[in-house]
């Protein structure tokens, strides 16, 4: 029996590959860890029967069209803002993510964002390497800001808002969280108070954002926002960069609006290297990692590959991201 085709728009994990290999005839990109140019995607793509996408791939109308064989979407990610859900279903084309894996590697993060931004680590790390340290400790040397006994707002209490509330529990905080479904049995189980979206800015000392990039949250954290926030508070985000209006919160750290922040994700990315936030010392930059765990992004590139599987061999993937395209294209 003929092998369905795959192709896969990034270098992936060797398990991942192989697991690939044994069900799909497939054709990896070969650029190293730099995105497949869109006119290859769109070359590639009239040929296959399904495709694993990064973020950094818009599979939008043009694509879909080009993919006429195309019956799975396969996205390495959780977000799947990079897809046009609608014109997939349409077409009946299945879509799925890999939500759950790296929720625990996510909060991972967003914790040690807060604490590296709250007790200026990286600011710190900066200063010695580079030959600052000159004197002897002094007492008000690095002076940061505490994380116990501290009030955390999360923005959204999903799998990955309740996996960082779990965290800041650990450490005597605080949580207090804002979502669009209230959690009661959250609140219960947790020991955390739900606020509005305004009143939870104005209370927290950190603010960890975990809601998904759409219209409705595009730049939910603009001028208004920071402004409500405590001059000592910080954000933190490790969701979607358009998320937080960035210009914005360029001018609230530069002009000590807000305390720092720990920003994961940008509206550009990679970031311009001349953007003017680089040179704050009130923030810390990682380059998208929140995931970056061997055994996270592993598992993500497997269940990536498991999804893709599962549409091609006539089994509705667990983490299908547009249910009603059953009704388009009965497996």
């Not at 998904?212 to 208004?224: F, K, N, S, V």
Request: glycine fraction near 6%; hydrophobic fraction near 40%; charged fraction near 25%.
């Amino acid at each position: 029996m003929k092998k369905p085709k795959v192709y896969v728009t990034r270098q992936l994990f060797e398990k991942a590959v192989d697991l690939l290999k044994k069900h799909a005839d497939i054709e990896v990109f070969e650029g190293e860890d730099n995105p497949v140019p869109r006119e290859v995607l769109l070359k590639k793509v009239k040929k296959v029967d399904g495709l694993l996408c990064l973020l950094t791939d818009k599979i939008d109308t043009e694509v879909l069209d080009a993919g006429k064989n195309l019956r799975v979407v396969s996205n390495y990610a959780v977000g799947f803002n990079n897809i046009d859900i609608a014109e997939a279903t349409k077409r009946g084309v299945y879509v799925a993510n890999t939500s759950d894996i790296l929720t625990e590697t996510t909060a991972d993060c967003a914790f040690a964002l807060m604490m590296c931004i709250a007790r200026r680590i990286a600011e710190a790390d900066r200063h010695t390497r580079n030959g600052g340290w000159i004197h002897a400790w002094g007492p008000k040397m690095f002076l940061g800001s505490d994380i116990h006994g501290k009030t955390l707002g999360i923005l959204g209490m999903g799998r990955i808002g309740t996996a960082l509330t779990k965290r800041a529990k650990g450490f005597g905080m605080n949580v207090i969280y804002y979502d669009n479904i209230r959690r009661r049995d959250l609140e219960n189980e947790l020991g955390i108070k739900y606020y509005s979206f305004r009143v939870l800015l104005k209370k927290s000392d950190f603010v960890s954002i975990h809601v998904p990039l759409t219209d409705a949250t595009y730049h939910m954290i603009g001028e208004r926002e920071l402004s409500s926030m405590k001059k000592t508070a910080f954000l933190i985000n490790t969701a979607r960069g358009p998320i937080v209006a960035e210009e914005v919160l360029y001018h609230a750290l530069k002009n000590k609006l807000i305390a720092g922040a720990g920003i994961d994700v940008f509206e550009k990315e990679p970031i311009d290297k001349d953007n003017p936030i680089l040179k704050l010392d009130n923030i810390v930059i990682t380059p998208h990692i929140a995931s970056a765990s061997i055994d996270t992004r592993t598992n993500m590139a497997v269940l990536a590959a498991t999804n893709l599987i599962d549409v091609l061999e006539g089994r509705v993937p667990t983490n299908l991201v547009n249910p009603d395209v059953v009704n388009v294209r009965p497996l």
